[in-house]
């Protein structure tokens, strides 16, 4: 009996240690930019909390997007330029009906492109970072590990209108802590 319950210890220990090491980035950069990242993702949705549901389809001009549909915007692409300009997946946009979502959905929507962009940058290794690729809409050539801040810095302007959507509504935006 001894022996098992040594063994389930050991099995369970062994568990932990892998995944703590697959949660661990692999190189000095994305050590350095995961702290980063998880702050905008957090910053993002707390922003996308804080707006009522009922407000999810508020939007200040008929040419903007919705709340919903910037959320949505956010969410879907943020797993969508990973793919594209970080692992250089050829991919195609298809962006779901931020009309035919509910709140929830949509956060669940925004943590899982935060969660995968989260584990590329994870377990993505040096050699791959410093590939190039061809940005779509600007055609520059930037590495691999640059295309993570456009990642990010596209998030942050379709979040910085939704703050905007928050204070034309009288809400105060959650604080950006950085």
């Known amino acids: 009996m001894k022996n098992i319950v040594l063994i ?20 000095p950069f994305t050590k350095m ?77 925004l943590e899982d492109g935060f969660a995968y962009t989260r584990n590329v940058v994870n377990t993505i290794e040096q050699e791959q970072l410093d590939q190039l690729c061809v940005m779509y809409h600007s055609g520059n050539t930037v590495s691999r590990a640059f295309a993570l801040f456009y990642v990010q810095d596209h998030m942050t302007n379709h979040r910085a209108k939704t703050n905007l959507y928050l204070r034309m509504n009288n809400i105060q935006p959650p604080e950006y802590t950085w």
């Open 8 to 27: 389930v210890i050991l099995i369970f220990n062994v568990s932990i240690s892998v995944s703590q090491a697959q949660n661990t980035p692999k190189t």
């Open 33 to 109: 930019y995961l702290n980063v990242w998880n702050e905008a993702a957090e910053h993002c949705l707390e922003v996308a909390k804080a707006m009522p549901e009922h407000l999810y389809s508020y939007k200040p001009t008929d040419v903007s997007k919705t709340f919903g549909e910037q959320m949505v915007h956010i969410g879907y692409t943020v797993k969508l330029l990973t793919k594209r300009y970080v692992q250089g997946m050829d991919v195609k946009p298809n962006t779901p009906d931020a009309s035919k979502m509910s709140k929830a959905e949509i956060i669940v929507l």
